[in-house]
């Protein structure tokens, strides 16, 4: 998430390949910021709502969101209307949460040009999400597209946006698709790959996303072969479909990598190229006695 100038607040999708994002400290730590002031900006709500003689408990509120997960306001809308004090959702934003209202509380997310510079130094495709959801679309796209965004929503689970894949038309942007799925399992919420996209649209997508993915991967693998530690393994691993065990008998972890793991991450065209091979000629001397680390895969 991040806001605009106006403070519209707008939602941006990050597609990492399978070996996940390059520099993967940096964008947890700035992940871990944008957690910690959603936790402040909900605390800050119920303080308002408990000055306004509301009662709501803050571990009410947690437990809505879920275990591990950073309370919103549409979490502590949804506190209001267990508790009694709204009927709906709808009145408790009409009434108190909405932008500006009695209860609302500024959040501290990013600016959006620093997620969508954060997600593309970290080999990242950065996506608008629900464009429709915008009070000014269009100014927001083109700045968007400035900072260096690749694509935006354009399908829902009822069809394609014509408006939408005009504007994407427009500033050349990827048109992509999403059922907004988070898991929660509401009678209003879509279901999990409910929106179908033309294969077209997945083609041009990986025609972008690819090349950036194999440049995070190369990144990701340099730094291993040039340092095999534990750290710079688990980095691999985090993602990948591989499991990490200490100990274990002797292999050759690079080896092991280029027999098993390059080929989920890599086409076999892409593991040709000249800087891969030359990846590879540096994995294969590496070994486990260097790391002392056995690297078992997934099946």
């Given at each position: 998430s991040g806001d605009t100038e106006a403070e519209e607040p707008v939602h941006i999708l990050a597609y990492y390949s399978s070996i996940g994002p390059s520099?993967?400290?940096?964008?947890?730590?700035?992940?871990?910021?944008?957690?910690?002031?959603?936790?402040?900006?909900?605390?800050n709500m119920v303080l308002k709502l408990n000055k306004l003689k509301m009662a709501l408990k803050w571990e009410h509120v947690c437990r809505i969101a879920g275990n591990g997960v950073a309370p919103g306001r549409l979490h502590v809308a949804r506190a209001m209307v267990e508790a009694g004090y709204v009927e709906n959702l709808k009145q408790a934003f009409a009434r108190y949460l909405f932008d500006g209202g009695p209860a609302y509380s500024k959040g501290s997310e990013p600016m959006v040009e620093e997620a969508i510079?954060?997600?593309?130094?970290?080999?990242?495709?950065?996506?608008?999400?629900?464009?429709?959801?915008?009070?000014?679309?269009?100014?927001?796209?083109?700045?968007?597209?400035?900072?260096?965004?690749?694509?935006?929503?354009?399908?829902?689970?009822?069809?394609?946006?014509?408006?939408?894949?005009?504007?994407?038309?427009?500033?050349?942007?990827?048109?992509?698709?999403?059922?907004?799925?988070?898991?929660?399992?509401?009678?209003?919420?879509?279901?999990?790959?409910?929106?179908?996209?033309?294969?077209?649209?997945?083609?041009?997508?990986?025609?972008?996303?690819?090349?950036?993915?194999?440049?995070?991967?190369?990144?990701?693998?340099?730094?291993?072969?040039?340092?095999?530690?534990?750290?710079?393994?688990?980095?691999?691993?985090?993602?990948?479909?591989?499991?990490?065990?200490?100990?274990?008998?002797?292999?050759?972890?690079?080896?092991?990598l280029i027999d098993h793991c390059l080929p989920l991450w890599l086409t076999s065209q892409e593991m040709e190229n000249e800087e891969f091979e030359a990846i590879k000629l540096k994995l294969s001397n590496v070994s486990a006695s260097q790391g002392g680390i056995q690297v078992l895969i997934k099946t």
């Amino acid at each position: 998430s991040g806001d605009t100038e106006a403070e519209e607040p707008v939602h941006i999708l990050a597609y990492y390949s399978s070996i996940g994002p390059s520099r993967f400290e940096e964008l947890d730590k700035f992940l871990s910021n944008i957690r910690d002031g959603r936790y402040l900006r909900a605390k800050n709500m119920v303080l308002k709502l408990n000055k306004l003689k509301m009662a709501l408990k803050w571990e009410h509120v947690c437990r809505i969101a879920g275990n591990g997960v950073a309370p919103g306001r549409l979490h502590v809308a949804r506190a209001m209307v267990e508790a009694g004090y709204v009927e709906n959702l709808k009145q408790a934003f009409a009434r108190y949460l909405f932008d500006g209202g009695p209860a609302y509380s500024k959040g501290s997310e990013p600016m959006v040009e620093e997620a969508i510079k954060m997600i593309c130094d970290t080999g990242g495709v950065s996506v608008l999400a629900h464009p429709w959801a915008l009070k000014n679309p269009v100014a927001i796209v083109r700045r968007l597209k400035e900072a260096g965004l690749h694509g935006m929503e354009v399908y829902k689970s009822d069809g394609r946006l014509a408006a939408y894949s005009d504007l994407a038309d427009t500033y050349e942007l990827l048109k992509i698709g999403g059922s907004d799925y988070h898991g929660r399992g509401g009678h209003h919420e879509a279901e999990l790959g409910s929106v179908n996209l033309p294969v077209l649209v997945l083609y041009d997508f990986l025609k972008v996303a690819r090349p950036i993915w194999c440049n995070a991967i190369k990144k990701i693998l340099e730094c291993y072969a040039e340092e095999p530690s534990d750290t710079n393994l688990e980095t691999i691993t985090r993602f990948g479909r591989t499991r990490v065990f200490k100990g274990g008998s002797p292999l050759n972890c690079g080896q092991d990598l280029i027999d098993h793991c390059l080929p989920l991450w890599l086409t076999s065209q892409e593991m040709e190229n000249e800087e891969f091979e030359a990846i590879k000629l540096k994995l294969s001397n590496v070994s486990a006695s260097q790391g002392g680390i056995q690297v078992l895969i997934k099946t």
